[in-house]
Every structure is written in structure tokens, then in C-alpha cells.
């Protein structure tokens, strides 16, 4: 019976410790009002952040209020967060930009993406269309390319960021095609397209989500896509690669972070809350319709993904010479 009575007790320490860890994982709640940081205006990044909201909203209890810091290629909102306190209040919508691009483009940058933020979720990802403008004297990607090698100083491209993929993958393509096309940068896609769309710049790089209007309405066409294959909305639309550039394969993406030193228990609830909003049919289906894949992968493949994508951007920001102006 004593052998018997010190399992039990041996168990009922073990199933205690287990109850009270989960438990604890459990517990953290918000204790205020939560801001999700946008570094850039009217990008597809505000507009996830701004779908998510209302609903994590509703699953934390406390207000979740978007707002924007845009500025030196994201580098401002999120270096901004990095530096907040860890104590899940504070939370930005990350892309490529700050998170994979800047700490090869820009010479000083004032925080580390891979140290000084903690990845909880890889939202959404999506290929890019390359778009032109109504002063645009081409209609197809080939038309471009021929008239910028003919006319390299006539040709001018709009970016919603210094170091965002608009930026790069633009920078990219003129070295892959060998043409010469003017950066025009913006602070966010808003400014960018009421640009394009007034005839100030020819071409820009953006996510599907930023231009489709536009192309649905005839202001802008599509030229081309970042894609390994073709847009099922745009099956006439081709991909780069298919037109001889094998190396312009492009993904824009989306995803959330916290300071780093977060504690780990209030990244598993946040990572709960997000996939459940992410993967929510309603949400699931905007997200779609704006040609955004949606991910809702774990912290430690948000991670993985940025490291990977800070090789290959880097990589890239190397090869053509870009830098911040």
C-alpha cells in the first residue's frame, strides 16, 4: 500500500505540474487597450491588419486599435515596436521590407529584425503583378522592356517603400532584363497608385490586393506576375519566368510580431487567436479574394521563413547594387 500510495501521489504531482502549466499558458490576458502597428498607408498590410482586428478584438477582451508608422522603409513602426515594452500590448504587421530587406539596403539600421522582434505568425503570402499606368505607352511586359532599352531615361517606377519587395523586385528585374526604369519611392501603396494612376509614374510592382480594382475598372493593366504559375483570376496574365527571367520569382508577404523578451506564454495566445482569424471562412475567403495565400504558420517557421528571406534578399540587394537613397 505505501509503494502504492507514493505513485499516487507521484502522479498527482506530475498531473498537477501539467494542469497548472497549461493552465498558465492559458492565463495571460491583456490587461489595456492593444495596438497592432502598420509601418506604411494604405498597403495590403493595414488592410490585414485592419480585417484581423475586430475579431481578435472580440477574442482578448480589450480594444485592438491599428495604427500607422510609416516611414524609412518600415523601419520607423517597426523599430518603434521592437523598442516597446514586452508585454503583449504592442504588436506590428511586418513584410518584407523592415524584416528581410532593410538590414542589407540600409547602412545603419536602429534595430535587428532576427534579435530585437519576436515572429508570431506568418500571415499571408502572395506573388506580385507588375502594373502599368495610363502613361504608359505599352500594353504587355515585352512592350516595356523594348521601349526602357530604347528610351533608358524616359521610364519611371513607383515603390510603396524604400526597401519593400516593390522596391527590390523592381531592381531585380532591371538587372535581369537589363533596362534602366527611375525609382519614384512612396510612403505606402496609397500615395504610390494615386501616382500611377495619374500619369507621374509608368510601372510599379505590387500585391494583387493594392492594384485590383483599378484593373477591374481599366485604369491599370497587367503586364506580368512574380509567380511560379499563373493567377487563376488572370490566366492571360504571365509570369516572368515563363517570358525568360528565371530568377523573378518574387513573394510579397505579411505577417505579425511582438518585442522581443515577450514572454513565450503571451506568443502562444496570440498564435492561438491568429490562426483561429486567419483560418475563419469569413476572413479565409477576403484574404482570397485579394489573391493572398493564407498561411497561419507556427512562430518558429515565422522565424525560419524571415532568416530565409534575409538570405535571399540580401542576396538580391548585393547583386543589383540597390541602396536606400
Known amino acids: ?108 539600421m536602429p534595430f535587428d529584425p532576427q534579435k530585437d522582434l519576436a515572429p508570431i505568425t506568418l ?11 495610363p502613361a504608359a505607352d505599352f500594353g504587355t511586359a515585352k512592350e516595356f ?47 504610390a497608385l494615386t501616382d500611377l494612376l495619374g500619369g507621374n509614374v509608368h510601372v510599379a510592382f505590387m500585391v494583387p490586393g493594392n492594384v485590383q480594382q483599378f484593373v477591374s475598372q481599366g485604369r491599370l493593366k497587367l503586364l506580368a506576375t512574380t509567380g511560379d504559375k499563373r493567377f487563376p483570376s488572370a490566366p492571360n496574365v504571365p509570369t516572368l519566368v515563363e517570358l525568360g527571367y528565371p530568377t523573378m520569382e518574387a513573394t510579397g508577404w505579411v505577417g505579425l510580431l511582438a518585442p522581443a523578451r515577450t514572454p513565450k506564454p503571451i506568443i502562444e495566445r496570440y498564435h492561438r487567436e491568429l490562426v483561429k482569424v486567419l483560418q475563419s471562412p469569413d476572413i479565409t475567403a477576403r484574404l482570397r479574394d485579394m489573391e493572398f495565400e493564407v498561411v497561419a ?24 547594387g540597390a541602396k536606400a537613397e
Open 1 to 108: 500500500m505505501t509503494r502504492w500510495n507514493t505513485v499516487a501521489v507521484a502522479m498527482g504531482l506530475l498531473l498537477g505540474s501539467t494542469f497548472a502549466s497549461n493552465a498558465g499558458a492559458q492565463a495571460w490576458a491583456p490587461t489595456k487597450p492593444i495596438k497592432i502597428v502598420v509601418p506604411i498607408v494604405g498597403s495590403t498590410n493595414d488592410a490585414l491588419a485592419r480585417l484581423i482586428a475586430p475579431k481578435l478584438q472580440e477574442a482578448l477582451g480589450q480594444p485592438v486599435v491599428v495604427e500607422n508608422k510609416p516611414g524609412a522603409g518600415g523601419n520607423i513602426g517597426a523599430d518603434y515596436v521592437a523598442k516597446a515594452p514586452p508585454d503583449g500590448h504592442t504588436l506590428l504587421v511586418g513584410y518584407n521590407g523592415p524584416l528581410a530587406i532593410n538590414k542589407a539596403l540600409f547602412d545603419n
Open 123 to 133: 500571415a499571408v503570402k502572395s506573388p506580385q503583378y507588375l502594373v502599368a499606368g
Open 145 to 191: 522592356i523594348a521601349k526602357a532599352k530604347a528610351n533608358p531615361a524616359k521610364y519611371s517606377y513607383a515603390s510603396v517603400s524604400m526597401g519593400s519587395a516593390s522596391h527590390l523586385t523592381m531592381e531585380m528585374f532591371k538587372a535581369a532584363a537589363d533596362i534602366k526604369v527611375t525609382h519614384v519611392p512612396y510612403k505606402g501603396a496609397t500615395p
Open 297 to 320: 504558420s507556427t512562430p518558429e517557421q515565422f522565424g525560419q521563413w524571415i532568416a530565409s528571406e534575409s538570405r535571399k534578399w540580401g542576396a538580391a540587394v548585393k547583386a543589383t
